[in-house]
T-cell receptor, first 114, second 112 residues
Framework: EPEVTQTPSHQVTQMGQEVILRCVPISNHLYFYWYRQILGQKVEFLVSFYNNEISEKSEIFDDQFSVERPDGSNFTLKIRSTKLEDSAMYFCASTMLGGDTEAFFGQGTRLTVV | GEDVEQSLFLSVREGDSSVINCTYTDSSSTYLYWYKQEPGAGLQLLTY?????DMKQDQRLTVLLNKKDKHLSLRIADTQTGDSAIYFC????????????FGTGTRLQVTL
């Protein structure tokens, strides 16, 4: 069964460092998303991406965040200068079409900023 | 803004029914979802219901929607130890998965 894969599963970084979280969406999917879950809090929408552009972003997705599809398979989330409060589980998701009712999620990357 | 609330923890005995509850605030919600997360795994869609439906049944799963009270529930019949996981309620105003608003998740513990 096709699945969304994320790497690494856990990343520890020092405050102020840049991190790149990687995702490989399902191969024939066209729409990509990042969500995050701070420990003990809700899963929150960050950004959606289609046709090499951001479709929608939340208030959380400020200038320190960026997304990219550097090649035909990877979808990345970059955090430029990490803060302690960026520590969270980050989930990547994809849908074939923008109107799909089901999003397929990866297993998540746990980011710990120290 | 939209808000989705769930209780954090539920413990049931194997073989009993589990009922996980969720309330939401957005009266414009068009789709309501239940996702399951097992340890070390991603969010897996279990089922969803369109806002003009009251009930949806899928094998051991029954979803009930009370749109007036903005209350959603997931009933798992004959709960098994493999059902132990975190269950997330989510809603979408757009009717698509493009932007979901999630609850905090309910951890279901199934005991022998």
């Amino acid at each position: 069964e096709p699945e969304v894969t994320q790497t690494p599963s856990h990343q520890v970084t020092q405050m102020g460092q840049e991190v790149i979280l990687r995702c490989v969406p399902i191969s024939n999917h066209l729409y990509f998303y990042w969500y995050r879950q701070i420990l003990g809090q809700k899963v929150e929408f960050l950004v959606s991406f289609y046709n090499n552009e951001i479709s929608e972003k939340s208030e959380i997705f400020d200038d320190q965040f960026s997304v990219e599809r550097p090649d035909g398979s990877n979808f990345t989330l970059k955090i430029r200068s990490t803060k302690l409060e960026d520590s969270a589980m980050y989930f990547c998701a994809s849908t074939m079409l923008g109107g799909d009712t089901e999003a397929f999620f990866g297993q998540g990357t746990r980011l710990t900023v120290v | 803004g939209e808000d989705v609330e769930q209780s954090l923890f539920l413990s049931v005995r194997e073989g009993d029914s589990s009922v996980i509850n969720c309330t939401y605030t957005d009266s414009s919600s068009t789709y309501l979802y239940w996702y399951k997360q097992e340890p070390g795994a991603g969010l897996q869609l279990l089922t969803y219901i369109f806002s003009n439906m009251d009930m949806k049944q899928d094998q051991r799963l029954t979803v009930l929607l009370n749109k007036k009270d903005k209350h959603l529930s997931l009933r798992i019949a004959d709960t098994q130890t493999g059902d132990s996981a975190i269950y997330f309620c989510a809603e979408s105003r757009t009717g698509t998965a493009s932007k979901l608003t999630f609850g905090t998740g309910t951890r279901l513990q199934v005991t022998l």
